[in-house]
């Protein structure tokens, strides 16, 4: 690979730990976890073939991705910062959104490894704690940036819906 010479901020990275957080797979990796083909196949039976689809090797969302994780990835290049976007956190509505901001805020980012500039979390506009929801977020991490909501519904239902309603943006409650 070609050295760059140049610093990296990779703008959209996701951390996780299905053992120790409420990842969706957190009950079948704990189950499960020494035994990777059983793993492999509770998480296919017990997910919708759209999430399936769009997973494509379900380690990927079974095995923790942490800082070290990430650092062995990026091998010779240098990342200056990242930003965490949020990773579809289990407890995913309302104020339980807030357990992912302070989890990546604990990670072991630093300076000489790789750093952390920034949190895009998760929050619905349509909340009626909105507002208290990203006051909170502010407060678990002086990083946090922003929300990110996915908002994407196809019509075709083997698609993966990230959204409850089509059309979300268009909401006036949103």
Request: glycine share 6%; charged share 25%; hydrophobic share 40%.
């Amino acid at each position: 690979m070609q050295a760059l010479d140049f610093a990296i901020i990779d703008a959209h990275i996701y951390q996780w730990d299905p053992y120790n957080t409420p990842h969706a797979a957190a009950l079948a990796v704990k189950l499960l976890g020494k035994h990777p083909y059983l793993l492999d196949k509770a998480v296919r039976m017990m997910n919708a073939d759209d999430l399936i689809e769009t997973l494509g090797l379900t380690h990927h969302v079974t095995a923790p991705y942490l800082p070290e994780h990430y650092v062995e990835d990026i091998g010779h290049y240098q990342i200056e910062q990242v930003v965490h976007v949020e990773a579809s956190w289990h407890k995913n509505k309302g104020k339980g959104v807030i357990g992912e901001t302070r989890f990546i805020e604990s990670l072991p980012f630093n300076a000489e490894t790789v750093k952390l500039g920034g949190i895009v979390a998760t929050a619905d506009p349509r909340d009626s704690n909105f507002k208290k929801i990203l006051q909170l977020h502010k407060k678990a991490s002086p990083r946090f940036k922003g929300i990110r909501k996915m908002a994407a519904v196809h019509e075709d239902k083997g698609i993966r819906a990230w959204a409850d309603e089509p059309h979300l943006y268009r909401n006036k409650n949103f």
